[in-house]
């Protein structure tokens, strides 16, 4: 049974950083598209990154230069390190995964994950 359990959000003063997990609990010896989502209360979810099942990385421009995705060797956990934060990166932040997304399908603006995580609570101020 595939789940992703996230941590590491908090609050933060504007410019400083916060680092959220994404642990994916059961591969299934898949390779995942995997990423991360922000949705504030009264607004739809917006993109923030995604990783294709190559590795290969997408930004929304609000995050480019300041967020960047990483995984452990296992591909089986996600990181997103947030620096240079401002107030409008305050959100429930989500971890999505979809099996066997490569390349184009990994689609930053695609957002039908099968799997989605609970949320971690990232407040800038």
């Known amino acids: 049974h595939v789940q992703l359990v996230e941590s590491g959000g908090g609050s933060a003063q504007a410019g400083g950083s916060l680092k959220l997990t994404c642990v994916l609990t059961?591969?299934?010896?898949?390779?995942?598209?995997m990423g991360w989502y922000r949705q504030t209360a009264g607004k739809e979810r917006e993109e923030v990154a995604v990783?294709?099942?190559?590795?290969?990385?997408t930004y929304a421009d609000s995050v480019k230069g300041r967020f960047a995705l990483s995984q452990d060797n296992a591909r089986s956990i996600l990181y997103l390190q947030m620096n240079s934060l401002k107030p409008e990166d305050t959100a429930m932040y989500y971890c999505?995964?979809?099996?066997?997304?490569?390349?184009?399908?990994?689609?930053?603006?695609?957002?039908?994950?099968?799997?989605w995580g609970q949320g971690t609570q990232v407040t800038v101020s």
């Open positions: 999505a995964a979809d099996g066997g997304r490569h390349g184009s399908l990994c689609s930053l603006f695609d957002m039908t994950f099968n799997y």
């Open positions: 059961e591969s299934h010896n898949v390779d995942y598209c």
């Open positions: 990783i294709d099942a190559d590795g290969e990385t």
